[in-house]
């Protein structure tokens, strides 16, 4: 899901809100939740995740074209790690969704069948 998925879904389900007024909200969401790493903050959602910085410290590597030792600086990254909830909920709907393998004997025409009917039931 993009951003703008994200606002339109947004808009969609609550009609008391319009188009401009869910990009305003999820554009602020985010601006906190990028000030608040900026910061060296954690920002932790229930049932979701939390996002923190990881520091990657300075150290050598080699360019891959040319095999020339060169420096990789020191830099923080964003990591987000899923909470139990979210985990739980993805695993579910892995699972609930596997398609099964019919053999072609079975009047089917073969796995893109499947797949496709398996989607529909989505």
């Known amino acids: 899901m ?46 979701f995740g939390s996002f923190s910085l990881s520091h990657r410290k300075l150290h050598s590597s080699r360019n891959p074209k040319s095999g020339k030792k060169i420096s990789v600086p020191a830099k923080s990254v964003p990591h987000f790690k899923a909470g139990k909830t979210l985990r739980q909920r993805v695993d579910t709907l892995e ?20 797949t496709r009917a398996a989607a529909a039931t989505v």
């Open 2 to 47: 993009t951003k703008s998925e994200l606002i339109a879904r947004l808009a969609l389900r609550n009609p008391q809100v319009d188009a401009k007024d869910a990009e305003s909200l999820v554009n602020t969401i985010v601006d906190a939740m990028k000030n608040a790493l900026r910061n060296g903050d954690r920002v932790e959602i229930r049932h």
């Open 95 to 114: 699972n609930r969704h596997i398609p099964t393998i019919v053999p072609m004997s079975a009047g089917r025409s073969g796995p893109a069948e499947e």
